[in-house]
């Protein structure tokens, strides 16, 4: 166990998400709602970049998945039919004495956990959020809050499958909201009752299945690393035979090395040809497909590959955060993949001088347009630095008084708060390549042809 990762409690992500705007307790002036939590302005940005760059990866970069965004509420058949209504529950007991709620199978011994107090025998509890559509409150009219955003795909299955003409293997994407009155939450915004997932319908042939399989649990894997995830904080964990659903041939889950240990951040699961022939049984509606090459009818086998977006942001905020020592002083600071970086660049004028603030402005308008780009004036430089420092902020651009002289800037970098000056006309295509993930050198390769132009 990396003894270094411990050193990150949960408590100074939490209090850092506060105090740089990235998540807030919910409806926090009334006291909070519990495991509710909203992202702030930083948060959103963050959390918009890793959808984004999932999207890209899964559809956009590819031409065998496409994406679509199914409603949250959907026909309560499908919830019979996947199977939800009948066992999508929780064995829940109640302390007689306190009245709290517990989850069975997570209980160690006998009694209450928190007054020791004696438990009700367990019943089990649905976790599908119920409501009524329509002004009438009987059964008839009963929905549900989806719980995975997976049955939206599979009810569309054939409607993608035709409007796009796609062959197998072929893939359906959606990012969405999901809905689980879960009976036990907590870890900050690692198990709430309201997420977002991303998820992928991979569908295949069905003796090509352990091999799409395979690929799917590395691509998904690679694509923490590739966003800067440290390897030794993420494993792969086979499911054994007893934790598989009964349908399922085989899951990974993908794990990250959280502050409060190894918990699942994403699930890999063979799905065998369950969901489609479930709905196909419950609605009626053939899905089965036409193999062309082989004139063979089949149900095709799928591939999930299924991560929650909240989980993801908080092992991205947990994995790039670092302190470490600036002028004497400790400087905390998110090491985030600019990819992921909420705000790319950072505007600062040395001071408020009225002298500097045309250029500053200039600036900040010019790099604006090219970037998601933060202008500060307020406080001394250095406070200024450390708050982009703790924001994640890959670039800090200072205009200064010689850069009215010689039109010169300075990018000052988060990581190692190197420093470079380069004329303001390279600005943009500089932070461009610096944000591509070119290397940052105090030798820049511009100033031979910079002093050029200044002797012409
Ligand atoms: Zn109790």
Redesign the pocket.
């Known amino acids: 166990m990396p003894e270094e990762k411990r050193k990150v409690d949960m408590d100074k992500i939490v209090s850092l998400c506060k105090r740089r705007g990235f998540i807030f307790p919910s409806s926090e002036i009334y006291g909070g709602l519990n495991s509710c939590w909203d992202y702030g302005p930083l948060g959103v940005e963050l959390k918009r970049n890793v959808r984004d760059a999932w999207w890209r990866a899964v559809v956009q970069e590819r031409d065998d998945v496409v994406g679509i965004d199914a409603s949250i509420m959907m026909h309560p058949q499908a919830w019979v039919a996947s199977g939800h209504v009948e066992g999508f529950s929780d064995p829940l007991v109640e ?1 007689k ?4 709620r517990w989850r069975a199978d997570q209980l160690s011994g006998e009694k ?1 956990p ?4 004696e438990l009700t025998e367990p019943k089990m509890f649905n976790l599908m959020f119920k409501t009524f559509m329509g002004p009438v409150e009987d059964n008839a009219n009963v929905v549900y809050l989806r719980p995975e955003t997976a049955q939206g795909i599979f009810v569309n299955f054939e409607n993608v499958r035709s409007t796009m003409r796609k062959k197998l293997p072929f893939g359906i994407a959606q990012i969405g909201k999901s809905f689980r009155n879960e009976i036990t939450t907590g870890n900050f915004i690692f198990r709430t009752r309201e997420f977002e997932q991303m998820e992928i319908e991979y569908f295949v042939k069905p003796d090509t299945d352990d091999e799409w399989f395979n690929y799917w649990v590395k691509e998904r894997f690679n694509w923490y690393l590739k966003l800067g995830i440290k390897k030794e904080n993420l494993r792969l964990r086979r499911h054994g035979k007893e934790e598989l659903a009964h349908y399922a041939k085989d899951c990974y889950d993908i794990e990250y090395l959280f502050p409060m240990g190894w918990s699942e951040l994403e699930g890999v699961a063979n799905r065998g040809d369950f969901d489609l022939a479930q709905h196909a049984k419950h609605s009626g509606k053939g899905l089965d497909y036409f193999d062309e090459e082989t004139n063979e009818r089949y149900v095709p086998y799928v591939i999930e590959p299924s991560a929650g977006v909240d989980r993801s942001v908080l092992a991205f905020l947990v994995d790039s955060y670092d302190e470490d020592i600036a002028e004497g002083e400790t400087r905390v600071v998110l090491r985030l993949h600019p990819a992921l970086a909420p705000i790319k660049v950072a505007v600062l004028p040395l001071s408020r001088n009225e002298k500097l603030v045309p250029m500053a402005r200039e600036v900040y308008t010019e790099v604006h347009r090219h970037f998601m780009t933060q202008y500060d004036d307020a406080q001394s430089i250095g406070r200024r630095y450390r708050r982009q420092d703790e924001a994640g902020t890959p670039f800090c651009v200072t205009i200064d008084f010689q850069s009215l002289e010689d039109k010169q800037v300075t990018i000052r970098e988060r990581d190692g708060m190197a420093q470079i000056r380069l004329p303001l006309r390279d600005l943009v295509s500089t932070l461009q390549a610096k944000l591509s993930g070119e290397a940052f050198t105090t030798q820049p390769t511009w100033s031979a042809k910079a002093v050029g132009t200044r002797e012409d």
Request: proline letters at 0%; glycine letters at 10%; one cysteine or more.
């Open positions: 302390c004495n306190c009245h709290l209450c928190d007054c020791d107090g």
